[in-house]
């Protein structure tokens, strides 16, 4: 099987500006969730999609958005980029997403810089 | 809530000699317990996972982790460090309720493998 894949890998945007980043999960899986990954604050959660439903929201501004499509696909989307938005944005699929015993496969990343 | 703790952020060993990676973690339930390593411009990959059942737990690449409740650690260990082995280490805990899926990682530890 193929593994959780996004695009773009790299990605330079200037302040204001907006960003879509997109991730395909594992064949089969329904589950997808999103992490912000920086030096200072480590990796912290974005939001969980499972059936195309937010089930689950990190604490991050309302800037940061993303949905879900009918093929599990995943999108998240900033808007009015700031500065401190560059990082390393890291998207993981489950199976089910129906227990905290699951394991989450990451993808490779997919790094933005913000000038 | 959940959290982890990591300690020591640098860990350099020699090649050949023991891999001790600490994590601690606060649960008011019983935690699902997670070793990721993340390599250079790559995402995450599971080492090793704790769930129920055995304490001891066997990951890829030689690696085991030890699930103690009464310290609340869950120690990463390896008997003889590669080369290879060179990477960050985070530990991470998986949300102990509701159907939302998450995972609270600890601030990760970065090995190095001296010649």
């Known amino acids: 099987k193929a593994g959780v894949t996004q695009t773009p890998r790299y990605l330079i945007k200037t302040r204001g500006q907006q960003v879509t980043l997109s991730c395909s999960p594992i064949?089969?899986?329904?589950?997808v969730s999103w992490y912000q990954q920086t030096p200072g604050q480590g990796l912290q959660f974005l939001f969980e999609?499972?059936?195309?439903?937010?089930?689950n929201k990190g604490n991050f501004p309302g800037r940061f958005s993303g949905r879900q499509f009918s093929n599990s696909r995943s999108e998240m989307n900033v808007s009015t980029l700031e500065l401190g938005d560059s990082a390393l944005y890291l998207c993981?699929?489950?199976?089910?997403?129906?227990?905290?015993?699951?394991?989450?496969?990451f993808g490779p990343g997919t790094r933005l810089l913000v000038l | 809530a959940q959290s982890v703790t990591q300690l020591g952020s640098h860990v350099s060993v020699s090649e050949g000699a023991l891999v001790l990676l600490r994590c601690n973690y606060s649960?008011?339930?019983?935690?699902?317990l997670f070793w990721y390593v993340q390599y250079p411009n790559q995402g995450l990959q599971l080492l090793l996972k704790?769930?129920?059942?055995?304490?001891l737990v066997k990951g890829i690449n030689g690696f085991e982790a030890e699930f103690k409740k009464s310290e609340t650690s869950f120690h990463l260990t390896k008997p003889s460090a590669h080369m290879s082995d060179a990477a960050e280490y985070f530990c991470?805990?998986?949300?102990?309720?509701?159907?939302?899926?998450?995972?609270?990682f600890g601030s990760g530890t970065q090995l190095t493998v001296l010649p």
């Open positions: 999609y499972f059936s195309e439903t937010q089930r």
């Open positions: 064949s089969g899986h329904r589950s």
């Open positions: 993981a699929s489950s199976s089910q997403g129906t227990t905290n015993q699951e394991t989450q496969y």
């Open positions: 704790y769930t129920t059942g055995a304490t």
């Open positions: 991470a805990v998986g949300q102990a309720s509701g159907s939302a899926r998450q995972l609270t």
């Open positions: 649960s008011s339930v019983p935690p699902y």
